[in-house]
T-cell receptor
Framework: TQLLEQSPQFLSIQEGENLTVYCNSS?????LQWYRQEPGEGPVLLVT?????EVKKLKRLTFQFGDARKDSSLHITAAQPGDTGLYLC??????????FGQGTRLTINP | GAVVSQHPSRVICKSGTSVKIECRSL??????MFWYRQFPKQSLMLMAT?????????EQGVEKDKFLINHASLTLSTLTVTSAHPEDSSFYIC???????????FGSGTRLTVV
């Protein structure tokens, strides 16, 4: 059973379009993190959300943590080819281990 | 910022031999380190959690005698893949967490190929 359900797992869109990636769980997390991973490298942290309902923006990326701290979303506005990559959500419970969703492989076509 | 160094980045070994992967926190003390395995086009699967000075906690289905984890100091954890077989070929990634805050810093990964 996957603790974190991430969707979609694959997404291919045209440059300039908007997209949203979802991360859902039945569990409550103390924090939720979004990472981006390039082939052959470790994940790089994009953002950490801690408070229910929290919204954080990173340039064209908007991250939201659900009010109940069970889900999160990543919205990208006006996607660019440089946004192509594997996006991972990961949830933490207190000081415990970090578990990952299945990942979303995003391809932005020029 | 926090930096985790993982070495080697790539290793090829013969079937039946053992391989050691090192994970070092360079500028902070890592009380907890995590080891993940990642298959092509898939997400990271947690293998085990190690706390400095104590035995690692393995996830269900991970063979502790095959994947030996040592966390002897606050800056170093090692993963040894014993008697490696081709099915052990994978991308292994470590992560370290310091004493303060909730930050997890990842290494750059090790591509293991068993031939």
């Amino acid at each position: 059973t996957q603790l974190l359900e991430q969707s979609p797992q694959f997404l291919s869109i045209q440059e300039g379009e908007n997209l949203t990636v979802y991360c859902n769980s039945s569990s409550v997390f103390s924090s939720l993190q979004w990472y981006r991973q390039e082939p052959g490298e470790g994940p790089v942290l994009l953002v950490t959300v801690v408070t229910g309902g929290e919204v954080k923006k990173l340039k064209r990326l908007t991250f939201q943590f659900g009010d109940a701290r069970k889900d999160s979303s990543l919205h990208i506005t006006a996607a660019q080819p440089g946004d192509t990559g594997l996006y991972l959500c990961a949830g933490a419970k207190g000081a415990q281990k970090l578990v990952f969703g299945q990942g979303t492989r995003l391809t932005i076509n020029p | 910022g926090a930096v985790v160094s993982q070495h080697p980045s790539r290793v090829i070994c013969k079937s039946g031999t053992s391989v050691k992967i090192e994970c070092r926190s360079l500028d902070f003390q890592a009380t907890t380190m995590f080891w993940y395995r990642q298959f092509p086009k898939q997400s990271l699967m947690l293998m085990a959690t190690s706390n400095e000075g104590s035995k690692a906690t393995y996830e269900q289905g991970v063979e502790k005698d095959k994947f030996l984890i040592n966390h002897a100091s606050l800056t170093l954890s090692t993963l040894t893949v014993t008697s490696a077989h081709p099915e052990d070929s994978s991308f292994y990634i470590c992560s370290a967490r310091g004493q303060e805050g909730y930050g997890y810093t990842f290494g750059s990964g090790t591509r293991l190929t068993v031939v």
